[in-house]
């Protein structure tokens, strides 16, 4: 179909009318959009030097910054819509409809919300505190709206939903100041225990990492195949855990082998029993299915004789 030239000339005056009419507002929009956006990285760049000014938590921070910027873009959407010339009232229905519509399809999304919130007010675990959550162990690095990132302890972030954390067990391993070292230790059958128990009572006192107050203790735990297990107890600060740990194993060990106590490693005794009281002999049974099968020879041999 081809157009003759007043349609065109009646649709290129269409064009431009509707670009001068809509041309001013779209303008507007922009700048408004571009501003409005410069605008709300101000606030948020304002709002955490207050947070840190006044020592605010860095969990509740984090959290807090992410909501006050997502509020500040549906605000600047509104704004951006209403410069078009969109009525505000059929723009709020429109956004009720979409908004009922998000959140049936996203309720996950809403109950990780929730337990953000939930979070922030109960405080099971704060920015910066070791826990245990959801099959995964290490350092929180952030609680946002939705999410919580965790850096485990080869520096991989796992990004674990507030919704599960909030209603599942967690543990919190940085929540108390002091935590106990365990330690276990085989000696050999026969070994005196007093003894060892001392040795390794006067190999704790040297590390001062090592709390007095409770005392460290070694207990005799178990008869094990091979060894008489010791298990060794003492409290530390919560950051030397680990140190103390690998520290005083090798210091005990060096300890047990300078006092000449065995630590064992396991072993088992195998014993053979031979029926004619020699290696080498046979059971008796074979020998006599042998002297059972000679008259049953002799008797298929008789009857293999020509008559």
Not at 70 to 86: D, P
Not at 140 to 156: A, G, M, P, Q
Not at 181 to 203: C, E, F, H, P, W
Request: charged share 25%.
């Amino acid at each position: 179909m081809k157009l003759d030239l007043t349609t065109l000339e009646i649709i290129q005056q269409r064009a431009v009318d509707l670009a001068f009419q809509l041309g001013p507002a779209l303008f507007k929009a922009l700048i408004l959009f571009f501003i409005g956006r410069y605008v709300i990285r101000l606030l948020t760049n304002l709002l955490n030097k207050v947070f840190v000014k006044y020592d605010i938590d860095a969990s509740l921070t984090s959290f807090l910054k992410s909501l006050v910027t997502a509020i500040l873009y549906v605000l600047l959407v509104i704004s951006v819509a209403t410069t078009l010339g969109m009525e505000m009232t059929s723009f709020v229905a429109m956004l009720g409809a979409a908004g009922l519509a998000i959140g049936l399809a996203l309720q996950g999304s809403l109950a990780n919300f929730a337990g953000g919130v939930l979070i922030l007010i109960f405080k099971p675990f704060r920015v910066g505190e070791t826990i245990e959550a959801q099959g995964t162990i290490g350092s929180v690095e952030s609680i946002d709206i939705l999410y919580t990132k965790v850096r485990n302890f080869d520096n991989k972030v796992v990004t674990i939903p507030n919704g599960a954390l909030a209603n599942n067990s967690m543990t919190n391993y940085s929540q108390k100041p002091t935590r106990r070292v365990d330690m276990s230790v085989g000696v050999a059958y026969g070994t005196d225990l007093k003894k060892t128990r001392k040795v390794i009572l006067d190999t704790l006192k040297k590390d001062e990492r090592i709390l007095e107050d409770p005392a460290p203790v070694v207990y005799f735990t178990n008869f094990g195949d091979s060894s008489l297990d010791l298990t060794i107890r003492c409290w530390v600060d919560a950051a030397n855990l680990w140190p103390v740990f690998w520290d005083n194993m090798e210091a005990i060990k060096e300890a047990l082998e300078t006092n000449e106590i065995e630590v064992p490693f396991p072993q088992r005794d195998v014993h053979h029993y031979y029926p004619e009281g020699k290696p080498g002999g046979k059971p008796e049974g074979d020998q006599k299915e042998k002297h059972e099968e000679k008259p049953d020879q002799e008797a298929e041999k008789k009857d293999t004789l020509p008559e």
